[in-house]
């Protein structure tokens, strides 16, 4: 359902992804791990059209979306969380996930100037779709407050919130664990099941190793920009290759 | 909770029919006033003012080089109508239009800079402008001017005195306002800030940021000149040095004095800084130094501006009194 | 003058300027690469150095050369004062508010100068004699030969300034990354401090090379300050060869451009070279491309 093939990508004399391939059933949770500067964050960047890769395909349901822009690629439903956090801060976390649902109406700027009919009723559904997400990851009491205010962990979930409300078939997330406490972690897991529950496939670069181990179906490793393995989360445990270069650094 | 965006929606409606109604009123204290020919200008830099703000306040793009598009509405209409025999308002028309073309077409290259690159581009733009408004005399009369530009009329109303053309610009102006603040309540409005706060997020979430910044720019040079094509009609001469590089720094400092992304910002910032020179003759010689303090005083110290300090020291009172309300009780 | 000797004439002009332009270019390199702004206020320290050197000349009578360093170091020092005033008491460092920043000091200097010298034009006397050469029939003033071998001169001491000293490594650590410099120990501050000194010094030397054969006052900083910023562009930010040849490029297409086409579009046509650059390669003429984090 979605694939990566031979992906490679060069930056100046460094070689960031080296032939990088594999791919993800429909519905599950995939994880990718691998130290730091493994070219995850990188990958990532890629399949979500913000760089350009110097080699390589990715596939999404059958389509060939290798450079793609990432606005094409929201509406073809990949969407992504980012891991330095990227909310809009000077806006209110309602509205932040009314961005989220930017695709899903379409006045323009003429109507929108002018407020014409169509686009209140639009704007109408907007705000109540928005205020669902809400709930959904469990901000709700929240969705007056500025993003830029909003504690690191909810910042997280808003992100999810967010990425949720374009309704995707495949979300990435980028370390969604990191700098959440143990309690806001278990709520974390909870939560990826849920949107694995709605049929969404989850792709997942995550630290956090008994996160990973706990809902990811398969496992991909990525070292120095190669993939190490690919498998279950026992298998990739059992990994010689793997312990050595990852596990065993612990 | 829809029920308190409802409220605030009506707020924002009942705020702006206040103002338009004190700007439509104003004139009944002034009449024959010398102030009232300070208020047309007022109202024609609040125009410019809100369209630099719909680019460089909603969606942060910077612009140096805005005076350009001001620039180009008043010589076109001023150009047509004295030269051919175009209809002032027609002029009026094809001046904004030819803006927005202008800004469409250089907007795709141009709003792919970002930063201080976006701001060299444009200031660049500006300049190269400048020097077309000067050199081209056979067309512009260079830098000595163009005069004789006609008047607007409507009917038997000939808008060439103060009070006539305070109406003209404020009902234009107060209806872009109007529009402008629509824009920003929109989805339109959101995805623009969310350019501005995140351009990779946003891009991410499906917002087609190149069209969308493109579409900004346009709509704003098409203000621009509309306030150009004011400009020349109600002054009746126009020379290049009205849209030269200092003006746009003091549209800049109109709406970053005002507070970006604000629209009764703008109306702030143009009125004081049209205010100031008229009224304080220091302020005359001193004024570019004047502008420079201004915008690094406020970007470091107030960077929501005038109305953002506003606001917040409104929220401070409007707390006080309801908490001495409640004790009263 | 024959069209040989007239082709020869705007070479040599174009060259001149083009050398000026580099050194603003390099200004611009310095503090960008040390901190990631790019300081529109860098057009008034080439102002600032030509207008100083005037005024201590004709208010303190000292020789030249005396007033010429003084005129430097009275240029560096604002540059410090607005690193330490403006730019290192900043709290949010938005991109938007760096620019509008630099503007703003960018104009209050241009506006300082305006009420401190008015607004006349003055000439600064050339360094040597005022006789000028002939070479293939066209002239070169002494003071020509002056910028070349200065701009030769500061080439030669940035380069090795940045390639050999200490300091001046340490700065280029912090450039390619500020956090990792900060932990060998850089002080991260005072590089950047030093960049502004450093590029406020090339620039105002930049201004006082010229003013003897353009003449100066307190709104030339806009003109120089762009040409030097596209000198830079087209070298791709570089305080290195690449400024240089943009630079020189700059100025010879400007000269030729002005002498064949027309002379009242000369400015028209450095603005329009830099918006091509921008347009078609905004990582310069001479640099692969670079993939911006996200
Ligand atoms: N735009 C870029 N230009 C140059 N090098 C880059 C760029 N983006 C990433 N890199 C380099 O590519 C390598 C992989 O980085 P990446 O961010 O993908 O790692 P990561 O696996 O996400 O690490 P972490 O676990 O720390 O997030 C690093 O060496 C990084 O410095
Ligand atoms: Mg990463």
């Known amino acids: 359902m979605f694939k990566v093939e031979g992906i490679t990508q060069i930056f100046g004399g460094l070689t960031a992804l080296e032939d990088v391939s594999f791919s993800v059933a429909p519905r599950s949770i995939t994880g990718i791990i691998g130290p730091n500067g493994a070219g995850k964050t990188t990958l990532f960047n890629i399949v979500t059209g913000l760089y350009t890769q110097t080699k390589g395909q990715v596939y999404l349901g059958g389509k060939n979306i290798s450079f793609f822009e990432p606005e094409i690629l929201a509406r073809l439903g990949l969407v992504r969380t980012f891991q330095n956090v990227e909310l809009f801060g000077q806006m209110s976390v309602l509205e932040n996930v009314m961005v989220g649902l930017h695709t899903k109406s379409k006045s323009g700027i003429f109507s929108c100037a002018f407020k014409l009919p169509g686009q209140i009723k639009e704007e109408k559904i907007v705000r109540i779709k928005a205020q669902q997400w809400l709930e959904f990851t469990g901000l709700a009491d929240s969705a007056d407050v500025a993003a830029c205010n909003l504690p690191f962990g909810k910042g997280r979930l808003l992100e999810i919130s967010r990425a949720m409300a374009v309704e995707p078939q495949i979300i990435l997330m980028d370390e969604p664990a990191a700098g959440l406490n143990s309690r806001e972690t278990a709520g974390l897991a909870e939560l990826i099941r849920k949107i694995q529950a709605l049929g969404t496939t989850i792709i997942l670069v995550e630290h956090d190793m008994e996160l990973v181990m706990d809902v990811c ?34 | 909770m829809l029920c308190k965006i409802m409220m605030k929606e009506k707020r924002q409606i009942l705020i702006f029919a206040l103002f338009a109604l004190i700007i439509l009123l104003v004139p009944l204290f002034l009449k024959g006033n010398y102030f009232l020919n300070v208020l047309v200008f007022i109202g024609i830099n609040t125009l410019l003012a809100v369209a630099l703000n719909l680019l460089l306040g909603y969606a942060g793009q910077i612009s140096l080089g805005h005076a350009a598009f001001f620039g180009l509405g008043a010589y076109v209409s001023g150009i047509l109508t004295t ?141 621009s000149a509309i306030a150009g094509s004011l400009y020349a009609h109600t002054m009746t001469f126009i020379s290049p040095t009205s849209f030269g590089f200092n003006f746009s720094v003091e549209l800049l400092t109109m709406i970053i004095i005002g507070g970006l992304g604000s629209i009764y910002g703008s109306f702030l910032g143009a009125a004081i800084l049209t205010m100031l020179p008229e009224f304080l003759r220091v302020f005359r010689d001193f004024d570019i130094v004047i502008y420079g303090l201004m915008l690094i005083l406020i970007t470091m110290f107030m960077p929501s501006g005038l109305i953002g300090g506003l606001e917040a020291l409104f929220k401070i009172i409007a707390g006080k009194i309801k908490w001495s309300a409640a004790r009263n009780v | 003058m024959d069209n040989s000797s007239q082709l020869v004439q705007y070479v040599l002009s174009g060259l ?70 403006a730019i290192r008491p900043l709290k949010n460092i938005k991109p938007l508010s760096l620019v509008i920043i630099t503007i703003g000091a960018s104009i209050f200097i241009r506006g300082a100068a305006m009420l401190i010298w008015g607004k006349d034009t003055h000439a600064l006397p050339a360094f040597s004699s005022n006789n000028p050469l002939y070479v293939y029939g066209a002239t070169i003033m002494p003071q020509h030969l002056w910028i070349f071998g200065i701009t030769l001169l500061i080439i030669i001491v940035n380069k090795l300034f940045f390639s050999y000293s200490i300091l001046g490594k340490a700065m280029r650590a912090c450039a390619y990354n500020a956090h990792a410099a900060s932990l060998v120990g850089i002080d991260v501050k005072i590089m950047v401090l030093l960049s502004f000194a450093v590029s406020a010094a090339i620039g105002s030397m930049a201004g006082i090379i010229i003013a003897p054969l353009t003449m100066t006052s307190y709104d030339v900083g806009i003109m120089l300050g762009i040409k030097g910023f596209c000198a830079v562009i087209i070298g791709g930010m570089s305080s290195g060869l690449g400024t240089v040849l943009g630079g020189l490029l700059l100025g010879l297409l400007e000269s030729l451009g002005a002498g064949y086409i027309s002379a009242s579009y000369k400015d028209a046509i450095a603005f329009i070279i830099l918006l091509l650059i921008l347009f078609i390669r905004p990582e310069g003429l001479f640099k692969q491309k670079e993939t911006q984090r996200v």
């Not at chain 1, 059992?238 to 990852?246: F, G, L, P, R, T």
């Not at chain 2, 234009?172 to 501005?196: D, E, F, H, K, Y």
């Open chain 1, 217 to 250: 179906e398969s496992i991909v490793v990525l070292n120095l920009g190669k993939k190490l393995a690919h498998g279950t989360p026992r298998e990739i445990q059992e990994n010689k290759a793997v312990i050595a270069a990852y596990l065993g650094e612990d």
């Open chain 2, 83 to 223: 030269r051919f025999p175009v209809d002032p308002w027609l002029s009026l028309l094809i001046a904004a239009a030819c803006a927005a073309t202008l800004a469409f077409v250089i907007g795709f290259p141009i709003l792919k800079l970002k930063g201080h690159y976006l701001a060299m581009a444009t200031l660049g733009f500006g300049i190269i402008m400048y020097i077309f408004f000067n050199e081209t005399v056979d067309w512009t009369g260079g830098p000595s001017g163009l005069s004789g530009i006609p008047n607007l009329r409507l009917g038997p109303v000939i808008f060439d005195n103060d009070l006539n053309n305070y109406y003209l610009v404020w009902i234009i102006t107060l209806g872009v306002m109007l529009l402008s603040i629509n824009l920003s309540q929109s989805r339109i409005g959101r995805a623009l800030r969310a350019i501005n706060d995140s351009e990779v997020a946003a891009r991410v979430m499906g917002v087609n940021a190149r069209i969308l910044k493109v579409q900004i720019f346009t709509v704003s040079a098409f203000v």
């Open chain 3, 16 to 85: 001149s300027n083009g050398a000026i332009y580099a050194l603003i270019g390099f200004g611009f390199a310095i503090i960008h690469n040390a901190t990631g702004i790019l300081n529109f206020a860098q057009g008034e320290f080439v102002m600032l150095g030509g207008m100083f050197t005037i005024f201590i000349l004709s208010f303190l009578n000292l020789p030249l050369a005396a007033a010429i360093v003084l005129a430097i170091i009275l240029s560096t020092l604002v540059g410090i004062l607005f690193e330490r005033l």
